[in-house]
């Protein structure tokens, strides 16, 4: 029997995850490895095409049923309304209906929620995930490819996708092309709930500006806005002047639609230039591949960029997953999606050129079409028609010894034990949170499969019972923090009082979904952060009390800190005295999470353990 195939993946974006989910629950030894410090959701939201759900589908079937959960399943008479600025119907596509010919619905659904569908597959399949790193490069073998850490390090692997976006740094090496082309639009994207349009889907065309609307459930509607534009000028507002823009820029037309944007969370909004390329001459150099806007960047008039990215790694999951050699397999996944994609994005390209009516002529021109065609989209008939094939014969696998991640203290097992990382700072860029980013490169360097969370990302300590709700965030991390083996607290001294933290923190876990609310052995490192030495040991005080009152297993020492320590020294010198500490402490959170996952111990937390 072969051994397991090992894969890093470039990127945590929709297409990477997708991937790295469908390749890990076929056998293969995957890591994905992110530039940000945590793997999020901003942009909205997106339509899943039939297509990218058949896509999803056919990676897993819980994924299509977790996205059917987590999204707005369009029903069989919804329709969606085609408009003047002004308000006048031009059409009602009838978007529902066309789900029973194509075999799958569409499914809008928040980026965000997309995104935590996949995160959970991976890591459920065994994949592992290593943030606030990027792939900067790569060296093809003839047996192997190693791929090159922004932190300096490098992992030997049998295959690398380029997951890495529109600005890949692994086309980059592969292909040395030009920058992406802007196309004379940007978008300003959002999020409403309470909308008097209600839960239905809209398409709004102004002149040198087209709204597109869907409802994403719970009574919220995600919107895009493109608007012509000269490059640059939309994003150099920032995300609020942009808003306050696009109002103006909306003066006059149908209230409802104004109201959209004006009632929209201001921080949700998300604004962006839009570039694409033209089709790549190929995407594969041996063991290395590229996948979603690293090979087809597109523009966003078809909603196909998350979906297409969806089909790739259906399709690359199925080939890698096959007897044939890895060079084979790569090749026979471009060969099949190649000249899809490309048609893909030159269809999306015209479409964005008709859907912006510049000027008076053009407007009329597209208004004209939309009214005559009862469509938006005049060419995506035959592009939602697309099916993943027979599912291929996998290679029967024995199990390999983990990937290897090369750092300055030598080769050590990657992507056994999974930490959470916590900082109960509500200051985005606090002392504490730059703390928490160096607790998780220590335990990234170790072997562990890290995630952290800020408070200002999950509202901690400020946490309130029934928060995960509606907020995203919070439930990613409640997520996380079922599947963990260990977990660091990092707080800072002034919240150093039992009946609060203890309080937020007991909230939390009984929001995990009882009747079991407790980290039930999981090791638990604590650290404080602040100049004062009484608080310091207050606060250690408080997080090794909420350890015990968890369930936890805090034997880590705790350790109380005044600044993030510097990085560790390139010679190898001595750490500074809270280095040290701090690194003995992460240590025994990932020896001992590390002990809890080679045991096989469950992970999971609530009704549903075992």
């Known amino acids: 029997m072969a051994r397991k195939r090992s894969v890093v993946v470039a990127g945590g974006g929709i297409g990477g995850l997708a991937a790295a989910a469908g390749m890990a629950s076929r056998g293969l030894d995957v890591t994905v490895v992110e530039r940000a410090g945590h793997i999020g959701g901003g942009g909205s939201g997106i339509v899943l095409y039939p297509n990218g759900v058949r896509a999803a589908e056919a990676l897993s079937p819980r994924i299509g049923a977790r996205l059917r959960a987590v999204g707005h399943v369009t029903l069989p008479d919804e329709v969606r309304v085609l408009m003047r600025a002004d308000g006048t119907v031009l059409a009602e596509e009838p978007i529902g209906a066309a789900a029973g010919d194509l075999g799958a619905p569409q499914i809008p659904v928040l980026r965000s929620a997309l995104h935590r569908v996949l995160l959970d597959e991976a890591l459920n399949a065994g994949a592992a995930v290593r943030l606030a790193t990027a792939v900067t490069d790569y060296t093809p073998g003839p047996d192997r490819v190693t791929v090159l850490l922004s932190d300096g390090s490098a992992v030997d692997c049998d295959a690398l996708i380029g997951a890495d976006g529109i600005h890949s740094a692994v086309r980059a090496r592969m292909l040395g092309d030009a920058r992406p082309t802007y196309r004379g639009y940007t978008s300003v994207r959002g999020r409403t709930t309470g909308s008097a349009l209600g839960q239905r889907g809209y398409v709004v065309n102004g002149r040198g500006i087209q709204l597109f609307v869907a409802p994403v459930g719970k009574d919220t509607l995600y919107w895009t806005a493109k608007i012509t534009a000269p490059a640059g000028m939309w994003p150099g507002m920032g995300a609020a002047g942009a808003r306050l823009a696009l109002l103006d820029a909306l003066e006059g037309w149908y209230a409802p639609v104004v109201d ?270 602040g100049a004062g030495a009484q608080g310091a040991v207050s606060t250690l005080t408080t997080l090794r009390t909420i350890g015990h009152a968890l369930r936890g297993w805090p034997t880590p020492v705790g350790v109380a800190v005044s600044s993030a320590p510097a990085q560790p020294a390139a010679d190898g010198s001595e750490p500074d005295p809270d280095a040290a500490r701090l690194v003995e402490m992460v240590s025994q959170v990932v020896w001992l999470g590390g002990a809890r996952a080679a045991a096989g111990r469950p992970t999971v937390l609530g009704a549903v353990a075992a």
């Open 260 to 529: 959209l944007v004006r009632d929209a969370d201001p921080e949700d909004v998300v604004v962006t230039d839009i570039h694409d390329r033209d089709p790549a001459p190929r995407w594969v150099d041996g063991r290395v591949a590229l996948l979603g806007d690293a090979a087809h960047p597109m523009v966003p008039a078809l909603g196909q960029g998350a979906n297409m990215a969806l089909e790739d790694a259906a399709v690359l999951a199925d080939a890698l997953a096959t007897a044939a050699t890895v060079p084979d397999a790569l090749a026979a996944y471009a060969g099949e999606r190649m000249d899809r994609a490309a048609a893909v994005v030159l269809a999306s390209r015209r479409q964005g050129a008709l859907d912006q009516g510049a000027d008076r002529a053009e407007e009329e021109r597209r208004n004209t079409r939309f009214e005559s065609a009862g469509r938006k989209d005049a060419e995506i008939a035959d592009v939602l028609s697309w099916r993943p094939g027979p599912r291929r014969p996998e290679r029967a696998t024995t199990p390999a010894p983990p990937t290897t991640v090369r750092t300055k203290k030598g080769d050590t097992p990657m992507g056994a034990p999974r930490v959470v990382v916590i900082s109960g700072s509500l200051r985005p860029g606090s002392t504490c949170d730059r703390v928490a980013e160096w607790c998780a490169d220590r335990s990234a360097e170790q072997g562990a499969s890290v995630r952290v969370f800020t408070g200002a990302e999950i509202d901690f300590p400020a946490y309130r019972p029934g928060l995960a709700g509606t907020h995203a965030a919070v439930a990613g991390f409640l997520g996380e923090l079922r599947a963990a083996h260990g977990v660091i607290l990092v707080s800072p001294t002034y919240h150093a009082t039992v009946s609060g933290l203890l309080k937020n923190a007991l909230d939390y876990v009984n929001d995990i979904g009882g009747p079991v609310p407790y980290l039930e052995g999981r090791a638990i490192g604590t650290v404080a952060v």
